[in-house]
């Protein structure tokens, strides 16, 4: 009995000829889901008089937006680098994220995951199209002294970049490659993982290789009846455009080859469809070998996949829609059984042949007569209403318990999907309802922030490789030492007040403490305040120079003394006026003149005039006194 090499071609594609079946199966599952966010859940048979109720489309927006509704910057931290190059390097990272749409390919994913498929995928990867030049086969100091020397440098043909990019791109769970054994939730974990994909001929020729004599192969061996999530065939547009399909393997060469020495080495094998052997197989190039026995750039896979939750031994978890859809599926029949029964219960009437003119009568049959009918008599023996069927109650009740059951399975209420909710609650049975909702809500974010990260740490190891303009000290090692994080529950939008209150608290709390800089924060509460940033946020002007800081003291003579009176006008703020020293002066006189004594004054007779000292006389002794 022969074996094949674990490494081998054979064995490489018997591990993706076996993925693709049971990926076969959930496809077909998978666009169901998807059909029924859509409104469409009536596949075979013919929807009328069915009533589709469309649950999934409010439940996929309302939870999609809890978890993911922006795009927050990643925060870097390390013991070992330098602040000033940490925060150069975070601030590339988070630009070129920007330019990577990540936000959209993150987005998308979480949908796929909460609707469609229960997991979702990432590619991270950095791109570029070569020429071919004429390059100096020496390095550039022994070109530069052959130059001098007026001898010519010897040249090589060699390939330069003439266009570059970083790109985020959402994969779809039904392009999706992993190994079937594989039973944990952590990807990074299993052995390989991988993708099928289409090119256009001349993006295949660029990123494989591919020559015009492989033309005719490739493009002649696309499988048209390749499902997707929208189950339709992949031969819609097979007049339009010519397709080659492949199948990109990244795998961890440790687990296939018993030579290899290191854990991180990461290799990369790609499959043509129409071709037996693999166009690449080489090293992963988001990674390069250290000579001190490490991989510098990305140790991670560059496929990045998310799951809200974990089945034991089953690494893809079923959507929020297929864990629903037997409820859905209640909801719709119970839906139909109420519209027909209101269709069974439209009024009848009769009517007494032997009292009713016959012309009235076949009015009535034909359903002419709604307004005034004449009869003989009293018509209440003439005309009457046949007894209509009433509605069980208990089907309402049924209809509010598959709600109910929905809900639950959701993690989402009425009031987390903007409804009101019926019945009414305590504040304490409200409150602890939320907290636990919050909870299940808070461990499904976390794992959608974790998720980002990820693609965020890819990203930067191939930053820290390929974006040499930044030209960073020891630029090739830095995404190694940092740690990625984004700030507690950034993922999610918060309104203009909400943000305004969150940053003045912050602001309260840290202006004074010299370690942060508030501008970038009061340009944010501008624009959250709708005020235009350049009119109203400029930096702060200098504080012009503040003299010595002397201090004086002085007792009651020193004021007496012209130079303590001097050093006190120094400061105008302090010093006397003259107003105030004319003031000090009468309080001084009035304080150093000697009491009068007493003169007893003769009584004077009755009528006589009063006699005493006048004014004058009281100033003049005043005077004599001085």
């Known amino acids: 009995m022969s074996t094949i090499a674990p490494n081998s071609v054979d064995a490489w594609k018997t591990r993706i000829d076996a993925c693709k079946k049971v990926r076969r199966q959930l496809v077909r599952d998978w666009g169901v889901n998807v059909d029924y966010r859509r409104g469409k859940p009536f596949t075979v048979q013919s929807d009328e008089n069915r009533v589709n109720v469309n649950t999934d489309w409010s439940m996929t927006r309302a939870k999609h937006a809890a978890l993911w509704s922006v795009t927050p910057s990643v925060v870097l931290t390390s013991a070992q680098v330098p602040p000033p190059v940490l925060q150069a390097f975070g601030k590339a990272l988070n630009d070129t994220l920007t330019r990577a749409n990540v936000g959209a390919a993150v987005d998308e994913s979480v949908i796929d995951t909460i609707n469609a498929a229960g997991i ?27 130059q001098q020397a007026g001898q010519e440098v010897p040249t090589v043909k060699g390939q ?29 974990q299993a052995p390989w993982i991988g993708r099928s994909g289409r090119m256009t001929w001349s993006e295949a020729k660029h990123a494989f290789g591919l020559t015009e004599a492989q033309r005719d192969d490739v493009n002649s061996s696309t499988d048209p009846s390749r ?6 065939r992949g031969d819609v547009h097979a007049d339009l ?12 060469l ?18 043509v469809t129409g071709l ?20 510098l750039g990305s140790c991670k896979f560059p496929i990045r996949i998310l799951t809200l939750t974990y089945i034991s031994d089953d690494p893809i978890p079923p959507s929020d829609t297929a864990i629903g859809r037997p409820q859905v599926n209640e909801l719709i029949q119970s839906r139909t059984q109420m519209l027909m029964q209101r269709d069974r219960s439209i009024p009848l009437r009769w009517h007494d042949v032997n009292r009713l003119d016959p012309l009235v009568a076949s009015n009535l049959m034909l359903g002419t007569w709604q307004g005034s009918i004449p009869v003989q008599g009293s018509g209440d023996a003439v005309i009457g209403e046949v007894k209509r069927a009433q509605y069980p109650a208990d089907d309402y009740t049924f209809d ?31 409150q602890a309802i939320q907290q636990s909702n919050a909870a299940r809500i808070g461990y499904e974010r976390a794992r959608v922030a974790a998720f ?23 630029q090739t090692q830095l995404a190694g030492q940092v740690v990625y994080t984004v700030r507690p529950d950034s993922t999610i939008r918060l309104d203009s007040d909400a943000r305004l209150k969150q940053l003045a608290q912050f602001l309260n709390l840290t202006a004074n403490s010299g370690y942060i800089n508030p501008k970038p924060i009061l340009e944010e509460m501008a624009a959250l305040a709708n005020v235009d940033v350049s009119q109203v946020v400029h930096d702060p002007q200098p504080k012009p120079p503040e003299g010595p800081n002397i201090g004086y003291s002085f007792k009651g003579e020193d004021l007496l003394n012209p130079l303590a009176l001097a050093i006190m006008m120094k400061d105008p703020a302090h010093a006397p006026g003259p107003q105030e020293v004319e003031a000090a002066k009468r309080a001084i006189l009035s304080a150093q003149m000697p009491p009068q004594p007493m003169v007893p004054q003769p009584i004077p007779a009755p009528g006589s005039p009063r006699i005493g000292p006048g004014i004058d006389a009281i100033v003049k002794r005043s005077e004599e006194v001085q």
């Open 120 to 146: 979702g995928a990432v590619l991270v990867a950095y791109e570029a199209r070569l020429e071919e030049v004429e390059v100096p086969a020496v390095d550039p100091a022994a070109a530069a002294v052959l």
């Open 160 to 188: 330069r970049p003439t266009s570059t990019r970083f790109v985020t791109q959402r994969l779809s769970p039904s392009d999706l490659l992993w190994p079937v054994e594989f039973i944990n939730s952590d990807f990074d």
């Open 227 to 232: 499902l997707n999530l929208r189950n339709d």
């Open 241 to 252: 455009i010519a397709d080659v399909e492949f199948d990109e393997i990244f795998y961890r």
């Open 254 to 271: 440790t687990a296939f080859d018993e030579d290899a020495k290191y854990f991180d080495q990461i290799q990369r094998v790609v499959f």
């Open 276 to 295: 037996d052997r693999p166009v690449i197989d080489e090293p992963w190039k988001g990674q390069q070998f250290d000579p001190s026995g490490t991989y």
């Open 400 to 430: 509010r318990i598959a709600k109910s059951d929905l809900a639950e399975q959701w993690s989402l209420g009425a009031n987390q999907v903007g409804q009101f909710a019926s019945g009414e609650r305590s504040a304490t049975e409200a």
């Open 452 to 474: 980002y990260t990820g693609i965020a740490e890819v990203m930067a190891g191939l930053v820290a490789l390929y974006q040499t303009s930044l030209q960073l000290p020891n």
